[in-house]
């Protein structure tokens, strides 16, 4: 098989360099972000893509754009993580109320959980792969969606995305070796 999914994290954005859970509440890139952004476009030059997929979320979406990519197909399955109650509170915050808190073990309160997520993630692959056939598919999107898209990609339960770190602007490849899935790149950036 030669499909490839390259897997693109959005640009920083006020929460995202704060450490705050950021799922639906639609912020801006900040200025580094636009920045990294636009550097992006250097790691993605000259590759053709099958199709190219973002959140709608504005932040993945102007990702998109800056990276070069001026018609994507927005898929909300692509959307971060709900967070629920947990939306703009940092790890730290939400430790106090419950101090062994994991959000990949205990996931959020009034949320989706992480099965959900998975569902979803479950639902981009298979796009994805369709669309592909023999070929690269790019995805803009978030970086929770993105490790439990990886995880789900390697066939294993969505709470091993907790050990795939992803920072903002970064590029991962989910591709094969033979017939097995696997990351040919990761968390790669300008």
Known sequence: MTIELW???????EWSKTGQHT???DLPLTEVGIAKAKELRRLLDGQK?????????K???????LAGFENPTIDPNLQEWDYGAYEGK???????ERPDWDL????????ESIDEVARRADQVIESAVSVAQSGRVALFAHGHILRVLTARWLSL???????FALTT??????????????????NQTT
């Open 49 to 57: 893509f099958e199709a190219v997929f973002t959140s709608p979320l």
């Open 7 to 13: 897997l693109v994290r959005h640009g920083e954005t």
């Open 59 to 65: 932040r993945a979406a102007e990702t998109c754009r």
């Open 23 to 25: 799922g639906r509440t």
């Open 157 to 163: 339960t969505p709470d091993y995305a907790k050990r």
């Open 90 to 96: 940092t790890t730290h915050d939400i430790r106090k």
């Open 104 to 111: 990949w073990r205990d996931g959020v309160e009034n949320g």
């Open 169 to 186: 602007a970064s590029l991962s490849i989910l591709s094969y070796e033979r017939d097995t899935r696997v990351i040919s790149r990761w």
